[in-house]
């Protein structure tokens, strides 16, 4: 007898970093997506897509090649036809490419876009940290004003805010490329005579990228970086002006914010104004829930014409996180109005055809049709909230009528076929008025 072989099947399961949005959390996302987009209404922001995969090199010379981002956490491959291309680890060099691409040096300045959709870091995953994270984030490219700053940055802590969180915004100024190096200078000489004090990676970083050796939280470098020469020392008058603007604006607006001088941010295109939106949990631990800053040489790098900008972006499983902590209250989407119910196989025919008419005459209707008993779909009625229940059977099919049932009372009338919808209207709008007076 032929003995049966066993294979062993691996299991499937998420990619390691990766997350399934489920359908209890999408109630945050849609509140999210709705706070963007009313925020970007307000403040005349358009909304921009841009590919994920783009070519690798467009983030070597945005981001930085010497960056973690670049160096370390970019998920790049080639095409079958070999471009070099990656997943974006972030949305800005995208929006920045398509502006030039686009002729958009041509339009209107400054243009004001907006963007929410997934990036890719081959971070460590951990808790708010994973390979693939949604971002949205608010770019404004062509004005230099320092008003700009601070609308962005206003933008940045009240949509969080709005959202529930209570947060503050940690801010610097990282000069440009005409006082930076002079500051890089002093910061170079300030740790190569710590040199020994340092982690293994920032002696790397002394290196390549100093700025970065501000930001580390290992213990030694905290600790080294908390004397370390401060960038606002070394701003020139330009520098020092428009950050002096930004923080007189800020001071004008209701914002919670701290200078802060060791934000250098992680990526390289940054120039005078850079901050970060931090939330403090209960043991006192910061968590950055999103960043920006302005960077005025980043058009000109990637091939534009001389053009500044500022912006920023917030991490969206991050700031969830923090709202499901801090118990805000999020409300399901508005339920249903109308349920409709079928008994037998003409009804559900019927009921098909009906909840098409229904659902594109614009009601808010739902349905069950794959349950047979009238008592399972009134408990699936009940259970979405619906308003009224529409009941078809044989005998309605045959009188061309159907029972309207108000789920609050249980009273059922029965309405003629063709006068539902105008029967319906009448009566959602007698409910509307009730709950206005109400002030429901
Ligand atoms: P960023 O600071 O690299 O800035 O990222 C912004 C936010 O994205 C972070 O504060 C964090 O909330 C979220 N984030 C980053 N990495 C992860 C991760 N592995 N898992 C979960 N969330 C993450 C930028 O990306 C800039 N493009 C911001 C900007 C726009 N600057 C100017 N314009």
């Known amino acids: 007898m032929a003995t049966k072989k066993k294979t062993k099947k691996s299991k499937l399961q998420l990619v390691k970093g990766m997350k399934d949005i489920l359908p209890d959390e999408q109630k945050y996302w849609d509140l999210i997506r709705d706070k963007v987009d009313n925020f970007a209404h307000n403040y005349g922001f358009s909304r921009i897509d841009t590919p994920i995969v783009e070519s690798t090199n467009l983030f070597k010379r945005s981001v930085g090649e010497d960056t973690d981002i670049v160096s370390k956490e970019m998920f790049s491959f080639e095409t079958p036809g070999k471009d070099k291309v990656s997943l974006r680890p972030e949305g800005t060099a995208g929006v920045v490419r398509s502006y030039i691409e686009h002729g958009m040096l041509n339009m209107p300045q400054p243009v004001k876009l907006f963007y929410m959709g997934p990036n890719f870091r081959y971070d460590k995953p951990q808790a708010g940290r994973y390979r693939q994270f949604w971002q949205f984030g608010f770019e404004s490219i062509g004005d230099d004003d320092p008003v700009i700053d601070a609308q962005l940055i206003i933008i940045s802590y009240q949509i969080l805010r709005e959202l529930g969180l209570d947060i503050e915004i940690q801010i610097n100024s990282i000069g440009d490329a005409e006082c930076r190096p002079q500051y890089i200078k002093a910061i170079k000489q300030y740790y190569q005579t710590n040199k020994n004090d340092l982690c293994s990676e920032c002696s790397k970083r002394l290196l390549k990228n100093p700025l970065r050796l501000l930001d580390c939280k290992v213990k030694g470098c905290n600790e080294l970086a908390e004397s370390a020469p401060q960038m606002v020392d070394y701003l020139d008058d330009d520098c020092k002006n428009h950050f002096m603007s930004v923080l007189e604006y800020l001071d004008e607006l209701d914002v919670k914010y701290n200078l802060n001088h060791r934000i250098v941010r992680g990526l390289d295109y940054y120039s005078k104004t850079a901050w970060e939106i931090i939330e403090t949990d209960e043991s006192g631990k910061l968590h950055a829930l999103g960043g920006g800053g302005r960077y005025d040489e980043l058009v000109h790098t990637l ?138």
């Open 303 to 440: 091939g534009g014409r001389p053009t500044p900008a500022v912006g920023f972006a917030i991490g969206i499983e991050r700031v969830i996180i923090k709202m499901q902590e801090k118990k805000v209250e999020v409300s399901k989407r508005k339920g249903y109005d109308i349920f409709i119910a079928q008994l037998g196989i003409e009804a559900r025919k019927k009921a098909l055809k009906l909840f098409e008419d229904l659902r594109g005459a614009g009601f808010n209707v739902v349905e069950s049709m794959s349950k047979k008993g009238l008592k399972d779909q009134l408990d699936i009625a009940n259970k979405k909230g619906t308003l009224f229940t529409l009941i078809l059977g044989q005998k309605e099919i045959a009188d061309e009528t159907i029972l309207l049932r108000d789920m609050d009372s249980g009273v059922q009338e029965v309405v003629n076929f063709n006068k539902i919808a105008s029967e319906l209207v009448k009566r959602l709008k007698k409910i509307e008025e009730k709950n206005l007076k109400a002030g429901k």
